[in-house]
């Protein structure tokens, strides 16, 4: 079966450090996405991970660990701005075409 | 580069009427997909297209949808007998095979409300 964790909710200050999680399971494994949801808008797309380790982009990096079925997505330096939903999708490939498979979304509130 | 757009940005229909969705996927991009999206979850896969060939569905997708996407470009998705459990935000999202790790964009979806 196809099961895609995050924590639901998260709190930080401006100006902090936090760090989003992600588990999953998947059968057909092909790449993990990161995107950011603000309240009543689309997704847009952050970072994407296929290999393990850090994939660093600016402000949105993210790490992967295939063997552990793990990703993580650190924000620094919180600006208010960064509330917003995070979620962590796996491209599955196990049904012979990519698709999608989102979990459930992280909201981050951030507080001055 | 003018990004995925959907049309309507928001619809209200009573139960039993049919409704249908537009998106218009970033150009050249061949893949497009959609998806829906109930409050506090996360998007849920509903079909997806490359070019005008419809490949994949969800078995979310019951007999009362159907999609379309007739010369590769933009695509429509109809509801049809619409139900109070139809009522949610439909997203579309295109890619280019090819493209940076077949990167899905999202519009900005048509969010429903079933009476």
């Known amino acids: 079966g196809q099961n895609i964790d995050q924590p639901t909710e998260m709190t930080a200050t401006e100006g902090a450090i936090v760090q989003i999680n992600c588990t999953y399971q998947t059968s057909g494994f092909n790449g993990l996405f990161w995107y950011q949801q603000h309240a009543g808008e689309a997704p847009t797309f952050l970072s994407y991970n296929v290999l393990d380790g850090l994939e660093e982009k600016g402000r949105f990096s993210s790490f992967l660990s295939r063997s552990k079925g793990y990703s993580y997505l650190p924000l620094k330096e919180l600006q208010m701005k960064d509330s917003a939903s995070y979620l962590c999708a796996v491209r599955d490939f196990s049904g012979g075409y990519n698709k999608l498979i989102f979990g459930a979304g992280t909201r981050l509130a951030v507080h001055p | 580069d003018t990004g995925v757009s959907q049309d309507p940005r928001h619809k209200i229909t009573k139960r039993g009427q049919n409704v249908t969705f537009r998106c218009d996927p970033i150009?050249?991009?061949?893949?497009l997909y959609w998806y829906r999206q109930t409050l506090g979850q996360g998007p849920e896969f509903l079909t997806y297209?490359?070019?005008?060939?419809?490949?994949?569905k969800s078995r979310l997708l019951s007999d009362r949808f159907s999609a379309e996407r007739p010369k590769g470009s933009f695509s429509t998705l109809e509801i049809q007998r619409t139900e109070q459990g139809d009522s949610a935000m439909y997203l579309c999202a295109s890619s280019s095979l090819g493209g940076l790790a077949d990167t899905q964009y999202f519009g900005p979806g048509t969010r429903l409300t079933v009476l």
């Open positions: 150009s050249e991009h061949n893949r």
């Open positions: 297209f490359q070019n005008e060939a419809q490949l994949e």
